[in-house]
């Protein structure tokens, strides 16, 4: 488990260029996005956070958009290699700055109810269940979510 002192990271926001490097990273997980879903999001201009580590290699991402006081987290991931490092409570610690700053209100989001790490990690974060949401997967994946809340 990852008892330790935040690291040294980098942030900054995606642009299409990146889109190679962040397939990579997409590509090793079971549940991924479609390079169409990443053209989306450059094409929206939703905000895609990339985290570098101390020795600047790009190690994860994070994407969110807002709807007047909501921050809705949509995709995180940290390189399977890096993870339970402390870099995913980083990147949403991040995450949650940038919505504050941009008066933010509440950060919500789903999460597949097997899925204990995320869901361990966001319950010491301080997120809170709302409610399960019955097939909220339905595709290469199928499944519950539990829809969760943070107060900013
Ligand atoms: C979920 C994810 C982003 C977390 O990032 P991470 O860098 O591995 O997580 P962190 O190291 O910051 O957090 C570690 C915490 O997660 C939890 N955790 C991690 N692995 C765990 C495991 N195998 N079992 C239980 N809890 C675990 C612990 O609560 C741990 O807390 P601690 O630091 O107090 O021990 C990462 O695992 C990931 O990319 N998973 C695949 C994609 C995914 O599932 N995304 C979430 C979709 S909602």
């Known amino acids: ?39 989306e999001v450059f094409t929206n201009e ?3 956070i990339l985290i570098y580590n101390e020795d600047e290699i790009l190690i994860g991402y994070l994407v969110y958009f807002i709807t007047l006081d909501e921050g809705r987290i949509i995709n995180i991931a940290i390189d399977p290699q890096y993870q339970n490092k402390s870099y995913g409570r980083q990147l949403i610690h991040h995450a949650l700055e ?12 789903d999460v597949k109810t097997d899925n204990l790490s995320a869901i361990s990690l966001y319950t010491k974060m301080g997120f809170q269940i709302l409610c399960r949401r019955i097939g909220y997967y339905a595709g290469d994946i199928e499944g519950d ?8």
């Open 1 to 39: 488990m990852s008892h330790i002192v935040d690291k040294v990271c980098t942030y900054r926001h995606a642009t299409s260029d990146d889109l190679d490097s962040i397939m990579l990273i997409n590509d090793q997980f079971e549940h991924k996005w479609t390079i169409e879903k990443f053209q």
């Open 46 to 48: 939703i905000p895609l």
């Open 98 to 109: 940038e919505m504050y700053e941009s008066n933010v209100h509440y950060a919500l989001l």
């Open 145 to 152: 979510s539990y829809f969760m809340q943070l107060r900013l």
